[in-house]
């Protein structure tokens, strides 16, 4: 018995059911929460602000404001899905049945990265309602939207799984992800840092992320493109790593 | 009959230090009804997880169908069910949705009319639609069953089936163990109620301290380990046993107004020694007022036998 393709599909589609049971806290609010950013910083303050890289401001904090949603709902909602059924004990079908890390990864890493993309085309619709902006590489940006949906589900799929209470479960997003985020150029260049802020921002890795994505959008950036997706490449392939390590010893799955 | 399960050497001490299980040997025959009896924390739910892959085993082979299950777990656990003594599920899913996960999650293609089946065997088809959370206790314990066997194992885990259930369920958990017997599957439980295993199992097997104190056919067991007990009440007190009844198993109890039997091997050599004995009460001329005579049952022994070894 191979690959167990019904055993992942069950799992993917029982966590997008559980996404449409809740489809407010899923979908709507988060659409909500970066639509008022977009009203205020872009539509609001941004008309009064000045181009950034030749990028009208409501325009440049686009890229910025997908990628803190992008991050916040893909490690939440599978830090989400793989903590609850550990928290209820339905954990035990799961590992009692002929699924193995593949189709784990496959069903909950790959529901949390749909949402995340369903969320994604969501916002960038709803963008164009208060900001005009145009997409330089739309297919390297679907690309670069999947790889970070994906490597932060992974992420939030390891946060599920060594939490051991929901505080844990939120640390780690709103203490560490979400301030990142906001410190990592979302609504500025880190060119307009004075020093040593400028430098100090270079040891932020979401720096290099909310580039990345922000030269798929406009063609421009503050670091190197290479190192950006290198970067999240690489941090992808830590977290198969370190599921790949879970599954094999059993660490806070098994007793 | 073919051995579908061979668990051997098998040992697990948690991260505590604490020996759950201690070297356990257990062969499961194809299509039998085994009750592994024991006390709270014998290491019942242990053993099970070890086979289910909830526990990992810190020694020892598990060999389910066949397959090792430290390496080709896959083709195993696709045959294996398992119902959890905690009533651990989603409880905003539906019923139906719940089960057909189940079965989709251990690889088979959707059957709505295997699922209807198995819904209704447990009467649980009107409730299809509705909540989890919205029914009783007892009918949640039949949506973990119902998800246990959606996938149509062939061999059946049960911790604690009826623990905390009405007698009406415990009925009906009775009768549908039989039809799965009847239809081929092999049943595993676990169980604080003899007179449960007393009722359904084929074999019995008595854990104690993770240790398998004792594995036989339930008519062996009883027939070796058995006894028959019978009080007599006797119209004037005795002081002593009087020599004539001395080749009997006999003590004097409640200040020598009774006289206590026990003796014969669970296969009612005792009554016959009972009635001889009354026969002799009566040549002796010792009259008596009444008789209490009984065969100690599966918990007796269970009882006897955990003690014995505590």
Redesign the interface.
């Known amino acids: 018995m191979g690959f167990n393709f019904r055993g992942a599909w069950s799992i993917y589609t029982r966590e997008i059911m559980r996404a449409l049971r809740t489809v407010f806290q899923s979908i709507l609010a988060p659409v909500l929460t970066t639509s008022l950013y977009f009203i205020v910083f872009g539509a609001a303050i941004g008309s009064r602000m000045e181009a950034v890289d030749g990028v009208s401001y409501g325009a440049f904090i686009v890229p910025g404001l997908l990628l803190l949603t992008l991050l916040s709902e893909s490690t939440s909602n599978a830090s989400f899905g793989i903590y609850m059924p550990r928290f209820t004990g339905t954990i035990y079908e799961l590992l009692s049945a002929p699924v193995g890390v593949a189709e784990t990864l496959v069903g909950f890493v790959g529901a949390a990265a749909t949402k995340s993309l369903i969320l994604a085309t969501i916002i960038l619709t709803t963008a164009t309602v208060f900001v005009d902006y145009e997409i330089a590489h739309p297919v390297l940006a679907i690309g670069y939207i999947m790889l970070v949906a994906a490597a932060f589900s992974l992420f939030g799929f390891i946060l599920g799984i060594w939490a051991d209470s929901f505080e844990r479960l939120g640390i780690i997003p709103q203490l560490f992800l979400v301030p990142l985020t906001f410190l990592g150029g979302t609504f500025y260049s880190i060119d307009m840092l004075p020093e040593p802020w400028g430098t100090i921002a270079m040891f932020n890795p979401i720096v290099y992320l909310v580039n990345g994505l922000r030269w798929t959008f406009y063609g421009s950036s503050d670091v190197n493109i290479w190192v950006s997706f290198g970067l999240t490449v690489g941090f992808l392939a830590i977290c198969v790593g370190v599921i790949t390590f879970i599954f094999r010893t059993g660490w806070r799955l098994r007793s | 009959m073919q051995s579908i399960l061979e668990i051997s050497g098998l040992t697990k001490i948690?991260a505590g230090g604490f020996t759950a299980l201690e070297s356990v040997d257990l062969n499961i025959t194809q299509g039998e009804i085994f009750a592994l009896l024991g006390p709270n924390g014998a290491g019942k739910t242990t053993l099970i997880?070890a086979v289910?892959?909830?526990?990992?085993p810190t020694s020892g082979t598990i060999k389910a169908f066949g397959h090792d299950l430290s390496r080709d777990?896959?083709?195993a656990?696709?045959r294996?069910g398992?119902v959890?003594q905690?009533l651990?599920?989603?409880?905003?899913e539906a019923v139906w949705?719940a089960v057909s996960?189940?079965r989709?999650?251990?690889?088979?293609?959707p059957d709505a009319a295997k699922i209807e089946e198995i819904l209704r065997s447990l009467s649980l088809w009107d409730k299809r639609d509705e909540q989890i959370r919205n029914l009783s206790g007892g009918m949640k314990r039949r949506v973990l069953i119902a998800?246990a066997l959606a996938h149509e194992p062939e061999l059946l885990f049960l911790d604690e089936p009826t623990a905390g259930v009405d007698v009406e369920l415990r009925r009906d958990m009775w009768r549908l163990i039989g039809k799965l017997r009847e239809g081929g599957t092999t049943v595993i439980l676990t169980t604080h109620y003899i007179e449960e295993a007393e009722e359904m199992a084929d074999r019995v097997g008595i854990i104690r301290e993770g240790r398998i104190l004792m594995v036989d056919e339930k008519s062996a067991m009883m027939a070796r380990l058995g006894r028959t007990e019978a009080l007599i009440e006797l119209a004037q007190p005795l002081a002593e046993i009087p020599p004539v009844l001395s080749a009997f198993p006999l003590s004097l109890t409640d200040g020598g107004r009774q006289l206590c039997y026990r003796g014969g091997d669970g296969t009612g050599k005792g009554k016959e020694e009972v009635a001889n004995l009354t026969k002799a009460l009566v040549h002796a001329d010792i009259d008596f007022t009444g008789i209490d005579i009984h065969e100690s049952s599966l918990e007796d022994i269970f009882v006897d036998l955990v003690e014995e070894r505590a």
């Open positions: 948690y997880g289910c892959g909830l526990v990992k777990w896959r083709p656990r696709a294996i398992l959890p905690e651990a599920t989603d409880m905003f949705r996960y189940s989709g999650l251990f690889g088979l293609a998800k």
